[in-house]
């Protein structure tokens, strides 16, 4: 049992993300019988956790980096070697940075990995021919330019969409209280899909060669490996595949 | 936060049902926002938690009840105010009494519902119509009788597959370690999902009125809410409404 390495999972940002993630962890695993299974704790406690886009869009003062560390510190007692946030927002610097300086302080064994930088990695290994890459966000992201930086401290360029079609289609498919994914995810509405839809076509217009789901949302309603031959990158699998990665290597299904 | 009541998930048993619960507890949550959901840890370790079957068999003399307890006692730290486990063999008497025990024994405050005791209640509430109940299950739940028990107890009739079917179909349609759910569940193989239809049908023609899903994986290779007419019964969605009504009855949809 002290060898057990727990995958922590800090759910919640929104919730069927969180699910989404251990769902991938589960079918990124190479196992015959629910023994092969690797231990995964969840904890999904939305309530707790404040609203990402609106700390970082100036709305709320309440950084919830705080909640964030509380949840993560929970995951180190329980054992959890390592641990990811299925929410691209949470990851702006101004949020998680703050994370990871609490859990450094805390004495924190747990690994928290960064969504964002391991879907840069991901996508330098296996989509090398991509340098063009397409970013769907939050308009919290957008704004800080989270990806955008990411990518180009990785030598990649972003490809944006138009300030109008940001606020207007991504953002509101993500949270327009009727028809948005944070309202009804399971199963998405068709308006949200078909406006993702748009927004790619946009961003193909524009120059991208692929597609980043930069909102762990977005994945729920785009579930597929392509859309008319652009490669969707969706950071929830690829956090999934490195928590495997960090935890019990050789259980890591190949690609 | 001292009046937040954490719903908590024995996941594990396996995997992908744990998972299935915590989606249910969603489905089944009126929210409109992240924030709106319910708390929810889910600790799925199932490398620890012996094989139910096997010990309600007489295969091995482990009883899964003890790493349970272990997990439930975390839950209970955790702050959970309720439980639930989805499996249905673990609900024999002799590993579900000896958990209950060891809670009451360790003074925790947290409760653990009885899944199979809400699904009678269901039944009873929203099918009053129904009182030949088919049930299709593990071997060890056949067995030992889990189902038929507690049906008749409630003054229900079990209509059960003969010994062959059970044996060579239904069992097989779990545990076989290329087509069954507990190696294949997402997505089911098409021969699961054929070989439970085929056993509905041998149920129905023994005179079975609505169709329990006495396993939590039957529930992924069935999702549908009826087979030709007949009711079936998702003992997981059933707990995934105890367990909201059990901490925040103004929260649970209505059916």
Redesign the interface.
């Known amino acids: 049992?002290s060898a057990?390495k727990?995958i922590g999972v800090i759910?919640?940002?929104?919730?069927?993300a969180g699910?989404n993630l251990?769902?991938k962890i589960?079918?990124h695993t190479l196992a015959?019988?629910?023994?092969?299974?690797?231990?995964?704790?969840?904890?999904?406690?939305?309530?707790?956790?404040p609203?990402r886009t609106a700390y970082l869009l100036g709305e709320t003062e309440t950084n919830p980096a705080e909640a964030i560390s509380e949840i993560a510190l929970?995951l180190d007692r329980?054992g959890a070697a390592a641990a990811g946030m299925p929410c691209n927002t949470a990851h702006a610097p101004r949020i998680f940075n703050v994370v990871a300086a609490r859990l450094r302080d805390a004495g924190a064994r747990l690994r928290l990995l960064n969504m964002i930088e391991e879907t840069i990695r991901f996508l330098k290994e296996e989509h090398p021919e991509c340098t063009r890459i397409g970013v769907l966000s939050t308009l919290g992201s957008y704004r800080i330019g989270l990806h955008r930086r990411a990518l180009e401290a990785a030598g990649l360029e972003a490809v944006l969409p138009d300030e109008n079609v940001q606020e207007h289609i991504v953002h509101r498919t993500i949270y327009d209280?009727s028809y948005g994914l944070?309202?009804q995810s399971?199963p998405p509405s068709k308006i949200a899909r078909q406006s993702l839809l748009n927004a790619i076509e946009h961003l193909r217009e524009k120059g991208a060669e692929a597609i980043l789901l930069g909102c762990t949302e977005l994945a729920l309603a785009i579930p597929e490996a392509e859309v008319e031959a652009l490669p969707i990158i969706d950071p929830t699998a690829v956090l999934a595949r490195a928590l495997i990665r960090e935890t019990y290597p050789d259980r890591l299904k190949l690609l």
Do not use: C, Q, W
Not at 38 to 49: E, G, K, Q
């Open positions: 049992m057990e727990i759910g919640g940002m929104g919730p069927y699910l251990v769902e589960f079918d015959a019988s629910d023994a092969d299974h690797l231990p995964v704790a969840l904890l999904s406690y939305p309530d707790r956790i609203d929970t329980l209280p944070k309202a399971n």
